[in-house]
């Protein structure tokens, strides 16, 4: 792996930040620097962490040129601080979405550049166009949707979508904010040569998700029926039957990790990150596991309109990234649902008042 003498994570206080931070604490001997401005509720209770492992904390906001200066020379960036919620921005003015995770981006990649440092980005897998997912051929399953193998557009299967997928049509303004801050790494990778990485995520899940109703659904799911409060399947009928595929956030580190030992390859390809078919889930099928592994029960709510940014089925096909790292995702749905209950469990203090 190539040492870096000092990592900053902007975001760094937040799930996939401090996810990321406490596996880098473990295997390197690197300064860490976790960057963020605490906007996400629940993002304060890493801080007691940060100071236990030996990681420091600045208290910044990425978009103000003036908090870049309270960090030291970086030789690593890593790029997680954004409104991570899909549903951001669909209403009223859409500039606080544009400002906090593309303007953001911006920020990053000219301190990136002052720096001379590398430059990792977390984008989505919602930069693939709605419309033209919501177009793909599917049939009804006993307890959940399932995208068939014939699909009418290139790079789907019934195994997930590949970076082959078109990208014509609007994909959220989430979506844009991410693909245009890809965009912005490739300029900078053929202008300036800077190492980057662009990693299209689709949902993470694992302990320290500060879930909430638009964001961070399984850690949602599992804290509901562990506090035992009130749950509603939305859309598609109220049928529960939408499915992800959900990457455990220890996967993602470990994936982070092969990253890293090939600085070569850090050119802006963009790569599909997610659990793939085998670690995916309906609505349906997460309250069952929650059921089972929490031991509690109870009736869901119901809402049959469907948002105009929700998906029917969103998979990954992972194929490129695993191949190109020699990486596969070693944990699947119980294993995430598991590894969630147990940090609720030993409930770290304040956790309930946030998930419950
Ligand atoms: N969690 C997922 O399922 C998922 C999936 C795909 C992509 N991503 C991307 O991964 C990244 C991290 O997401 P997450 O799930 O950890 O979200 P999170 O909300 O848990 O963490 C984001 C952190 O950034 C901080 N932040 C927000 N705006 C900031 C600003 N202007 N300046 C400084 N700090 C700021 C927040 O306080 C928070 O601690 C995001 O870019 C998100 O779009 C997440």
Redesign the pocket.
Known sequence: MIEHKTIVV??G?????SSLIHTLRRTTDSRIIA??????RG?ELNLERFKDSGVEFVH????LPSDWESLPAFDLLID?????SVTQGTTGSGWPLIE?NLV?TAHCLEAARRNDAALML????RIYPIRSLESLTWEEQETRYAWLDEQPLPGVSSQGVSELFPLQGARSLYGAT?LASEYLLQEYHYLHGMPVMVNR?????GPW??GKVDQ?VVSLWVARHYFEKPLCYKGFGGTGKQVRDVLHIDDFSDLLLEQLKHKEKWDATPYNVGGGLSSSTSLLELTRLCREVTGHSFELAKEEKTSEVDLRIYLTDNSRVSQEFNWKPKRNMQDIVESIYHWIDQSPPGLQKILG
């Open positions: 902007t975001g206080a937040g799930f996939v930040g960057f963020d401005n605490l906007r996400r993002s910044g906001d990425v978009r997680c601080s954004a409104e991570p906090n953001s977390l984008s989505t897998s991410k995520c689709g949902v993470l899940a998700q500060m961070g």
